[in-house]
């Protein structure tokens, strides 16, 4: 008779499968789940940027070569010191912080939402930094170190005012966008209102403004501008693992633990200060917020809007159509916000129309 050996180790933990399309980074003793297609639109995004702002410090009335570009960046002694570091390197430091906070904030408020619709500059929070800004501006408060704190302030008090008015028991995201619109337009009319109050230079600087523009921007906004996105970006990290739990149906997300309507609330705050902040340095560049989530939603198809290819993207329209603003009617100079608007309309009407024709299809 043969004797049986019986093994009463516990059985091994099954490993975890990993989701498809991910792959596993290691840092150290930390572990990270990453995108392959998000990963790689990220690092051409980057590159793509990389190429933008090297053209955008060569590119001007005077061309400067790359290799001196880069000895300016670098730090080292150059003949074109004044051209690129003083005058163009800063208005273009600008514009990508602009670019990469219009860009997440959109993502931000797009996924709270749930619509493609839901972007600073549709939904009056844009318009509320800009009352503030400009009534300032009215009562002679110019100051480029000030404006974009006021700016945070009127983006908040227009959100809160939005928030209020769309709840009924719940956040439904059409009312949500509807009422915003209604405010944007009322918010606009006070701030035209505030433009016809106030001296006619002032008056004609506000207007300026209120088209987003870059001309005269340098390290005095950058600074300011680039310490406020520091603070930010541990709440932008948390934000990024946080959309995952919004983007569930709320049953699941509720059967987890997840409470949503505080994550909720955190992701819009986040979304509607650094929008304020963005409009403050430069003016409501419209339609960035809009465009950049989307496309890079498009781009890496992930189920959630990605954070980092939104604020790539964000700050690539905003560099790139600065520097056509720049060259495009030379020596004339075209704000930045009006060639942000003539690539953004297009698609927001596209997206209405397409938004209408689905609906339509599922209801047949």
């Known amino acids: 008779m043969t004797r049986t050996s019986v093994d009463h180790r516990a059985p091994a933990a099954p490993r975890r499968a990993r989701p498809a399309g991910y792959a596993v980074l290691r840092f150290k003793s930390a572990t990270f789940l990453a995108h392959r297609r998000a990963t790689a639109v990220a690092t051409a995004l980057a590159l793509l940027l990389a190429a933008a702002c090297l053209a955008y410090l060569c590119v001007g009335e005077s061309y400067v070569q790359p290799v001196e570009a880069l000895k300016v960046v670098l730090g080292r002694p150059s ?16 514009g990508l912080l602009v670019g990469a906070a219009f860009g997440v904030a959109g993502a931000l408020i797009q996924t709270v939402a749930r619509n493609p619709l839901a972007s600073p500059d549709i939904i009056g929070i844009s318009q509320g930094a800009s009352a503030v800004t400009v009534a300032a501006m009215t009562f002679g408060l110019t100051s480029y170190t000030v404006l974009p704190y006021l700016s945070v302030a009127g983006g908040v008090a227009a959100a809160l005012l939005v928030y209020a008015f769309a709840w009924r028991g719940g ?12 405010f944007a337009i009322a918010l606009r009319s006070i701030t035209t209102l505030f433009m016809t109050k106030g001296d006619y230079l002032v008056a004609q600087q506000a207007q300026i403004w209120m088209t987003g523009s870059l001309n005269g921007r340098g390290w005095a906004e950058a600074e300011p501008l680039a310490l406020t ?14 959309q995952r739990t919004v ?25 509607v200060v650094l929008a304020s902040v963005a409009t403050g ?11 950049a989530p989307q496309i890079a939603r498009r781009l890496t198809r992930t189920a959630q809007i990605p954070l980092v290819c ?5 700050a690539l329209v905003v560099v790139l159509a600065d520097l056509l603003a720049r060259r495009l009617f030379s020596p004339t100079e075209l704000p930045v916000g009006v060639l942000t608007a003539a690539v953004g309309a297009p698609y927001l009407i596209w997206l209405l129309v397409r938004s209408r024709s689905v609906r339509k299809g599922g209801t047949a």
């Open 79 to 94: 003949p074109d010191e004044l051209v690129v570091g003083t005058l163009r390197e800063p208005r273009m430091t600008v």
């Open 247 to 271: 983007s569930m149906d709320d049953d699941t997300a509720t059967a987890l633990g997840v409470r949503l309507g505080r994550v909720r609330t955190g992701l819009v705050l986040l979304g």
């Open 281 to 291: 340095a430069a003016g409501p560049v419209d339609f960035v917020a809009l465009l």
């Open 310 to 314: 939104s604020a790539l993207l964000g």
């Open 171 to 182: 956040l439904h995201a059409t009312r949500f966008v509807l009422i915003g619109i209604g």
């Open 229 to 242: 996105l520091l603070v930010l970006l541990p709440f932008v990290a948390w934000a990024a693992r946080a």
